[in-house]
């Protein structure tokens, strides 16, 4: 829906140059806003995702190529902008050959490069397990990290529930965040 067609239902909800007093046709034109936002926004994200590849396209293939055919690494510009060629390395390891590739960086010396990252998980009434397995660890020299999360959604599922028996919740300590929201479809 256009800002045009907008405007034009939004007269249509008028009854006689007054507001409408029906709550339903307000409600069905804050709606409509509310889909034409989401198209907007939708729009702006595709139209930011051309620009970033356009950008890239001519940083990686376009100037670099016009560049070679100047046979120049360095060139600045009639406007003044200086254009430099540089050497970019990326590198990831394929998961297929992960085992591999360490032990050839452990082989040849590099394995100082390589992160060991221990994660174990433990549910919900563990926190014994947990405790256990941390000293496990230091019995062997190992300090372990540990880091102590509740989801969010879960956390917002007990808060809600808590509230909805009447029970008092230090709402700030939580980071409780009370919002009304309609869900449109």
């Known amino acids: 829906m256009s800002t045009e067609d907008l405007e034009l239902y ?7 140059g007054k507001e409408a007093d029906n709550i339903l046709a307000r409600l069905s034109l804050k709606a ?30 376009e100037l670099p190529a ?3 055919e100047a046979k120049q690494t360095d060139v600045r510009t009639s406007s003044g902008l200086r254009v430099t060629l540089k050497e970019v390395i990326r590198a990831s390891i394929p998961e297929a050959r992960r085992a591999e590739a360490l032990s050839w960086l452990e082989s040849k010396g590099y394995g100082s ?53 009447g029970s008092d919740v230090p709402l700030e300590l939580f980071g409780v965040h009370r919002q009304r929201e309609a869900v449109v479809k």
Do not use: C, W
Not at 10 to 16: I, N, Q, T, V
Not at 32 to 56: G, N
Not at 127 to 152: C, D, F, T, Y
């Open 10 to 16: 939004a007269e249509d909800a008028k009854l006689g």
């Open 32 to 61: 409509d806003e509310y889909v034409e936002a989401l198209r907007e926004v939708e729009q702006a994200r595709a139209a930011l995702d051309r620009a970033e590849r356009r950008a890239r396209m001519i940083r990686e293939e």
């Open 66 to 68: 016009l560049m070679d």
């Open 113 to 165: 490069v390589i992160k060991h990252v221990l994660t174990a998980e433990f549910g919900r009434g563990e926190g014994e397990r947990a405790i256990q397995a941390a000293q496990a660890l230091m019995s062997i020299n190992v300090i372990p990290s540990e880091k102590r999360s509740v989801h969010p959604q879960t956390l917002a599922a007990l808060i809600r529930e808590l509230l909805e028996q």
